[in-house]
């Protein structure tokens, strides 16, 4: 419990301050590019790998060997690419509660709806649009 406190803080710490994009949710994916642009692979890894910014190594693992400490929580995401679609990927990042109601993953770009908002961070969201298509890009690269 006290991880997930510690994870809450650390997210509310560093939200977009970009204008947020309303995505259009299709069955279990965000088919199109929140930009209208690909995302960049290698940008998309740094924010994956950098405990600042998206955090997911917390809860994940995943195949960037320069980071000895990775998490158990979550689905490792070796493989990522090859288990879910591009829009899939898309709609767990934006927001993982749209398919798991129960998930202690984080929205990275909703706003609406959440609880315990510090006032100075309502209205913004973890990831900007740009940040979430980087991250994609990366994610659909990691093939088994």
Known sequence: ?????????????????????????????????????????????????????????????GPIAEERFQGDLAPSLAGAGSRWSEGQLRLRIVDGSRL???????????????????????GKTILSAEQVEDVVAYLVTLKD
Request: glycine share 8%; aromatic share 4%; charged share 15%.
């Open 1 to 61: 419990m006290r991880a997930l406190a510690v994870l809450a803080l650390a997210l509310a710490a560093c939200p977009a301050a970009a204008q947020q994009v309303p995505p259009q949710i299709v069955d279990d994916t965000i088919p199109r590019s929140l930009t209208g642009r690909p995302g960049d692979a290698a940008r998309g890894r740094a924010i994956v790998a950098n405990r600042s910014v998206g955090l997911c190594l917390l809860c994940h693992s």
């Open 100 to 122: 798991n109601a129960d998930t202690i993953m984080p929205a990275y770009y909703r706003t609406g709806g959440l609880q315990r908002v510090a006032r100075n961070f309502e």
